[in-house]
């Protein structure tokens, strides 16, 4: 058995866990915060047998697209007279990151 851990923008969240479960995929969903820009992802548990991790990861990857948006740095950089200013940069995000792991045991009580 497998462990399949995915980590989605939230927009795509949804849809994810809609198709997933259309599947007969069992869905487990957790609120997740993402580092550089702090943004709201969604954090997406799949187990499943060995044969099925493709078939899982093919459909997140269908319902998870990158976009690109405008963010402020999160660094302020030197201005002017010593002053503190922010820039915006260009960022890319959604897409997923998946993490695939080997289940030693799995109970369902």
Known sequence: MKLIIAIVHDEDA???????TENGYGVTKLASTGGFLR??????FVGV???K???VI?????????RKEIATAPTPIMGNAGLLATYPVEVKVGGATIFVIDVDRFEKA
């Open 49 to 51: 047998e060995k044969e």
């Open 14 to 20: 949804q849809g994810v866990v809609e198709k997933l």
């Open 39 to 44: 943004a709201g992802n969604t954090t997406i």
């Open 58 to 66: 093919d459909i997140i990857k269908d319902m998870c697209k990158s």
């Open 53 to 55: 991790v493709d078939k």
